[in-house]
């Protein structure tokens, strides 16, 4: 069979998943992206996704000074759209295809590294002004939130004082896995419970929808927003884009 053809089987929430260690359900977890970066990404659209990164940009004043950390980038789309930009930015992922990947697509002008976000490959001095942290995996493989805290703990160090974490999470927000689904649904509550010891956040915690961006901007990012956001999903059961921005004091 070659490898186009092959589909990558979803991890699913059963037994060995629930006994296995972190490492164990890491280890599944890169076997399945990279399977799946052989065949297929995530889907993207530059429109609203170009008009999502340029808001975050504009609402929390990231000057073009900063230097980003894209952890788990995948194979580099939300990398490129910050290098648009201006910004120095590293992906890093643990998917030696992803990062391939990558490089084809968006050329050595971007640092690609290949490894583990958690126990990263840099020095200990290596610091960064913000690290960007969308839909990254290991939150998934911890069953509850002081897991989820001593993971964001080890990200934290990677930041210089005053640095800013940028928290994006897809979920239903019924704060659980669903079904047979590793997937956690964290719950906004849940998102600040992991991050209010770490920093400041700035502003809210916010729900939105990525399609939102090109019509309202960084007003997408607003309570009201978040409201309407947040009671849609109830009724029609898709998942909503949480956003918390954290200032590392």
Not at 25 to 47: A, C, P
Not at 73 to 94: H, M, N, P, Q, R
Not at 170 to 196: A, H, M, N
Not at 200 to 226: H, K, V, W
Request: proline content about 2%; some cysteine.
């Amino acid at each position: 069979m070659l490898h186009n053809e092959i589909i990558p089987e979803e991890i699913k929430l059963d037994e060995h998943f629930k006994r296995a260690s972190f490492a164990e359900r890491s280890e599944r977890d890169r076997n399945f992206y990279e399977k799946k970066y052989l065949v297929t990404d995530y889907q993207h659209s530059l429109t609203s996704d170009r008009a999502f990164i340029n808001s975050l940009v504009k609402k929390y004043n990231l000057t073009g000074d900063r230097n980003f950390l894209d952890l788990g980038c995948g194979t580099g789309w939300y990398t490129s759209l910050l290098a648009e930009l201006g910004f120095k930015v590293i992906g890093l992922d643990f998917s030696k295809t992803g990062i391939t990947k990558a490089k084809k697509r968006y050329g050595d002008k971007i640092l690609w590294v290949v490894g583990d976000a958690i126990n990263m490959p840099f020095n200990s001095e290596k610091k960064f002004d913000t690290i960007f942290c969308c839909d990254f995996p290991p939150f998934n493989l911890v069953d509850d939130i002081p897991q989820a805290k001593e993971i964001a703990n080890k990200l934290f160090k990677y930041l210089n004082k005053n640095g800013i974490f940028i928290f994006i999470w897809s979920s239903r927000l019924s704060g659980k896995r669903e079904g047979d689904s590793v997937i956690i649904e964290y719950t906004r509550g849940q998102v600040r419970k992991i991050f209010s010891d770490l920093g400041e956040i700035l502003g809210d915690i916010y729900t939105t929808n990525r399609q939102l961006f090109p019509i309202l901007r960084g007003s997408a990012l607003n309570r009201f927003i978040t409201w309407l956001t947040s009671t849609a999903v109830k009724i029609h059961r898709r998942s909503v884009r949480i956003v918390c921005v954290v200032k590392k004091i």
